[in-house]
């Protein structure tokens, strides 16, 4: 099968064909429709990150059809549409638990992290990584869901916005798009920040009230003067943001931190403390909250903003276009 492979210390995937992963009597196997493009691929070819094996199929939102399943697989039939949930937790510790194998001490997999994902025409999961999909469900829009939505969801439930919050969605993009019409379902006043106009227009159309061009005026002038804001989800995560965050943020305001870059920040805690600012970091996402993301997917309350389907043989030059931010929503690689 053909695959997108990151080899270690290289900065391009290479495209190569491979076997076919082979199953267990508890494993399906799915024929990939789609799988997004997530920035996280980049802090993988950027060594910010560090996958669990080299080289490794990177891709983790993936949806596909069951094409062959186990013995032992009871809840799943050939050609069901499906999407994955890219955690596989040991369902031992608290954290699996309580639900939040995005924080499980042990984990065994995540699909495009630490194993194989979905940068290639099969892959093989258990039946607990994945959630069918109605007969209906558009298979190749759906896929990036299984992190852009669901990573805003998971910020959502950290932060619990109120009716009539001010919150600043600074780097919208991906997540960004989906966390402006999250804040909009909840009933706050968004304020969305990019330095890319086109991204602004696609904010403006999916509802935020006050968009900011970061390259040409001062987020910090313009936020404070529009009465500052109750929550930042900081997708960047950069020194300079963050410390424009606390300047922008109101007492007892919220710091969603999303983003990240790989580099030191410096903070200077008096302004933190002076404000009772609280740093709140999000990663990933529940199976709990993919299921929440599929319903506002079906239900039509949100809209997944796509640039582009492309062939797997050009995923090189789509993260490129990740990386100098020209993607106006999500880059999906479309397999059929
Ligand atoms: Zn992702
Ligand atoms: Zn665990």
Not at 42 to 69: C, M, Q, R, W
Request: with cysteine.
């Amino acid at each position: 099968m053909k695959a997108a492979l990151l080899y270690k210390n290289e900065k391009k995937l290479r495209i190569e064909n491979v076997d076919i992963p082979e199953i267990n009597d508890n494993e399906i196997l799915i024929k990939v429709m789609a799988a997004g493009i997530c920035h996280t691929e980049l802090h993988f070819i950027d060594n910010v990150l560090t996958a669990g094996k080299y080289p490794i199929i990177p891709g983790h939102e993936v949806s596909g059809i069951v094409y062959k399943k186990g013995n032992n697989v009871k809840d799943f039939n050939i050609n069901d549409k499906v999407i994955l949930y890219y955690y596989n937790g040991c369902g031992k510790c608290d954290f699996c638990i309580n639900g939040y194998e995005n924080l499980c001490v042990d984990p065994r997999m995540e699909y495009g992290f630490i194993n194989d994902g979905g940068f290639s025409e099969y892959i093989k999961a258990g039946e607990k990584n994945l959630i069918k999909l109605d007969d209906d469900t558009d298979i190749y829009s759906i896929a990036p869901i299984a992190c852009s939505i669901s990573t805003g969801i998971h910020a959502i439930n950290k932060v619990r916005p109120k009716l009539n919050d001010n919150v600043l969605i600074y780097g919208v993009g991906g997540v960004g798009f989906d966390l402006i019409q999250l804040n909009k379902l909840n009933g706050c006043n968004v304020f969305s920040a990019s330095r890319n106009d086109k991204k602004l227009d696609i904010a403006k159309t999916l509802g935020s009230d006050y968009n900011i061009n970061t390259k040409n005026e001062d987020i910090v002038n313009k936020v404070t003067n529009l009465g500052g804001v109750d929550i930042i989800y900081d997708l960047i995560g950069s020194n300079e943001t963050i410390n424009n965050d606390i300047k922008m943020l109101n007492n007892g305001g919220k710091l969603i931190l999303i983003g990240y870059t790989g580099h030191d920040i410096n903070i200077n805690p008096l302004y933190l403390i002076i404000k009772e600012i609280q740093i709140i970091p999000c990663v990933g996402n529940t199976k709990y909250e993919l299921k929440e993301a599929i319903k506002l997917f079906n239900e039509g309350k949100i809209k997944i903003v796509i640039d582009k389907f492309d062939r797997i043989e050009n995923i090189n030059d789509d993260l490129e276009k990740i990386r100098n931010g020209d993607a106006i929503g999500r880059i999906i690689i479309k397999f059929d």
